[in-house]
Nanobody, 118 residues
Framework: QVQLVESGGGLVQPGGSLRLSCVAS????????MAWYRQAPGKQRELVAS?????TTNYADSVKGRFTISKDNNTVYLRMDSLQPEDTAVYYC??????????????WGQGTQVTVSS
């Protein structure tokens, strides 16, 4: 069994910062990719940032220069700076990983709320 446990969400004012964390645990052989998605009310879920096992990062255009994704073993982080009301959403941790050398799967965290408001 694989679990992704997120933390760090909350309410911040415009221009503020938050750091999200996600810890992957359980029967993990190796991790291919870790990523953050977000879903705002009434909108589709969108990819925010991703990082490969080799450390290559990619970002949505809307967050480039403001958000930073990083990892440490089985933990992925999302540093969010210069937050704006448009960033308000539920943020989800995602991972593509091997539970055995032959078994690849996609796993999701439960989501953590980020609210940017005065």
């Amino acid at each position: 069994q694989v679990q992704l446990v997120e933390s760090g969400g909350g309410l911040v004012q415009p221009g503020g910062s938050l750091r999200l964390s996600c810890v992957a645990s359980g029967s993990i052989f190796s991790i291919n990719t870790m990523a953050w998605y977000r879903q705002a009310p009434g909108k589709q879920r969108e990819l925010v940032a991703s990082i490969t096992g080799l450390g290559t990062t990619n970002y949505a255009d809307s967050v480039k220069g403001r958000f930073t994704i990083s990892k440490d073993n089985n933990t992925v982080y999302l540093r969010m700076d210069s937050l704006q009301p448009e960033d308000t959403a539920v943020y989800y941790c995602n991972s593509r990983l091997l539970t055995t050398p032959q078994a690849m799967g996609t796993y999701w965290g439960q989501g953590t709320q980020v609210t940017v408001s005065s």
